[in-house]
């Protein structure tokens, strides 16, 4: 017992450690949303601002919900957004407003908006060339064509409700991934979808944009949205990224897009290149000075960090089940002494599981007021508490009750017959339900990329992004890979356990 509660302790400390406030510093620190331009975009800002101090890139944190979420918690300073989505989107304004309006409005949420970037990045449906229509009315009056969207488009104010409101459109349209849906064009599972106009593939699918000939969407300059104290808190940092105001051309964004999308290059080199031709006083490259040579899935898998990335993905799971077994081990032995509170006990344990796991990170950045590790590590714990409780609790029903009464009988008391009888003798039951919970956690820890807690799903969501598959495969595979072996390190221990228990 004494180890036990030493362990206690230490997971006590290490979790005030982690979700203490983070303290002010002076590094800026720069979100961006997941899909190729926002990473790129984000990188530019990263590495202007890394010429007057230090600062950080949290890249692919999301949808816009969880993106403004870590703003507003001050878990980053600053992220590239667009105009009419801050206006519908964030404001939920029925009617486009100036900037001045925008920035009275958001004041009020401590935020301010400021730096256009230059280019227009609107939303669009595009169809194949050979499906013979011009314009979004036509659109919808072809009943029989199938429409794929994205899932924020789906649910945004000035996405689909309304688009289908404004043109009357019968469609029912099916969800999906940004990044897989060109293919999913292509290969005609569906006849439409939504576009970013500044996307590289629309010229390399060959794809003809619809006019939206009733005017529905708003326009989408690329702005930068920052919390108000950053002038202030980081001037040097600030003056810098105002350096990029209405340096980057649509085009430029198109040919750093493609670059990405087409030619496999890193967000960061792309950034690079074009802060260097910028910085030089000339126009930004399209292309890079040299063809660039695609990475294999082996340099993918073992190269961009593999080691760190291990590491960050090892200590999520090791930590999210060491906290799933201190709570999950005594609310499993609470539900085996206390038969009335054994059905709540449980369904509070089932009931945690089936929250979806985006839903349940985007609750907790507001609550815990940060991103990263913290809510990734309470969201882990509580994926993992039902396997660990409900073998708990099976595992001390399942001690025949001879054994119990004997014990008592030798003049042990209930809590000396619980600790030296009963919980030895449910230990492989239990250990089989941390087990489960451990692979599980392999699995779902993933989702920390979401949210900048890194490990392996950081190369999953940028693959997801670029419809890279080599990089999801470069960070699945490793995933599956350190699944199968947190089950074999359990099952070794488990016959240790069990040819111990064979000696005595």
């Known amino acids: 017992m004494p180890r036990f509660a030493a362990l206690v302790s230490l997971l006590i400390a290490c979790c005030m450690a982690l979700a203490a406030p983070a303290r002010a510093d002076e590094t800026l620190h720069v979100g961006s949303k997941r899909f190729t331009e926002s990473y790129i975009l984000g990188e530019i800002l990263t590495q202007t601002a890394a010429k007057a101090g230090p600062a950080e890139h949290r890249q692919g944190l999301g949808n816009t919900a969880i993106v403004l979420s870590a703003l507003r918690s001050g878990a980053i300073d600053v992220y590239p957004e667009y105009l009419g989505t801050i206006d519908q989107e964030i404001l939920k304004n029925p009617q486009p407003t100036s900037m001045d309006q925008m920035r009275q409005q958001l004041r009020t949420l401590g935020l301010g908006v400021a730096v256009p970037l230059g280019f227009s990045n609107g939303y669009a449906l ?74 590289a593939k629309i010229r390399q699918y060959g794809l003809r944009v619809l006019n939206d000939d009733l005017h529905y969407f708003p326009r989408y300059d690329a702005v930068l949205l920052y919390r108000l104290d950053l002038p202030q808190r980081l001037p040097r940092a600030w003056q810098a990224i105002e350096s990029v105001q209405g340096t980057i051309r649509e085009q430029d964004m198109i040919a750093m897009n493609a670059q990405a999308e087409l030619d496999g290059r890193s967000f960061d080199a792309i950034a690079r290149d074009w802060i260097a031709h910028h910085a030089g006083g000339l126009a930004p490259a399209s292309t890079p000075a040299h063809a660039p040579t695609r990475e294999g899935l082996l340099a993918k898998t073992f190269g961009n960090g593999f080691g760190a990335l ?126 489960t919970a451990a692979v599980m956690s392999v699995g779902t820890a993933t989702i920390a990329a979401f949210i900048g807690a890194g490990g392996f799903g950081e190369r999953i969501t940028t693959g997801l992004a670029l419809n890279d598959n080599d990089m999801l495969l470069a960070g699945a595979i490793p995933a599956a890979l350190l699944a199968l072996l947190t089950q074999a390190g359990f099952e070794l221990c488990e016959r240790v356990l069990a040819r111990k228990r064979g000696l005595r």
Not at 164 to 186: F, T, V
Not at 187 to 196: F, S
Not at 371 to 376: D, L
């Open 310 to 435: 291990a590491r960050q993905h090892l200590l999520l799971v090791l930590f999210a089940v060491l906290l799933g077994c201190v709570a999950g081990v005594p609310l499993g032995v609470l539900a085996a002494l206390a038969p009335r509170l054994r059905q709540p006990v449980l369904a509070l344990a089932g009931m945690l599981q089936t929250v979806p796991s985006l839903a349940l990170l985007a609750i907790l950045i507001p609550l815990l007021g940060r991103i990263g590790t913290v809510p990734a590590l309470v969201a882990l714990c509580a994926y993992a508490l039902l396997p660990i409780v409900r073998n708990t609790c099976t595992g001390l029903l399942q001690v025949p009750a001879g054994l119990r009464t004997a014990a008592l009988a030798l003049g042990l008391n209930r809590r000396q017959a619980l600790l030296h009888v009963e919980l030895p003798l449910a230990a492989p039951v239990i250990l089989a339900g941390i087990k």
């Open 126 to 199: 595009a169809t194949r060339g050979d499906a013979g229509l011009t314009t979004l009315s036509q659109l919808a009056h072809r009943p029989d064509l199938k429409i794929g969207l994205s899932h924020e488009f789906l649910g945004r104010q000035d996405g689909w409700p309304g688009l289908a409101a404004r043109y009357g459109m019968p469609q029912q349209p099916r969800g999906l991934d940004h990044g897989i849906a060109y293919e999913a064009l292509a290969q005609r599972q569906v006849d439409a979808i939504d576009i970013y106009s500044t996307d």
